[in-house]
């Protein structure tokens, strides 16, 4: 049983954050809680240091607000949106890479 342990000890079942560990392609990983009340926070990933623009859109295709706009390092990113004075409703989220786009949908509960 001790041999058992001994091999087993390293596995727990959840991916280690190590340093380093970085994406190998651009991925927008969703926002949390969704839906949401009163913020929620959209997380994404990059491969490489970026020009990176985050935008929120309401159903009308207008721009709500911009969340991020500038150059981001490579790696794990998570940006927090509390929208104030908004009504409940739909809300679209387009990330920005270069020429690349990638959006998402979240749901603002009052």
Not at 10 to 37: E, M, Q, R
Not at 62 to 72: A, I, M, N, R
Not at 91 to 97: A, M, N, P, S, T
């Amino acid at each position: 049983l001790r041999e058992l342990m001994q091999h087993y000890k390293s596995l727990t079942g959840i991916a280690d954050d190590v340093p380093g560990n970085l994406p190998t392609t651009v991925a927008l990983l969703g926002n949390y809680p969704n839906p949401f009340n009163p913020a929620t926070t959209i997380v994404y990933a990059l491969p490489e240091q970026a020009t990176v623009e985050l935008t929120v859109y309401n159903l009308l295709g207008e721009s709500v607000t911009t969340l991020v706009k500038g150059t981001q390092s490579a790696g794990r990113h998570e940006v927090r949106w509390q929208p104030g004075e908004l009504s409940s409703g739909i809300y679209l989220y387009q990330l920005q890479v270069g020429a690349q786009r990638y959006s998402g949908k979240m749901i603002l509960m009052k």
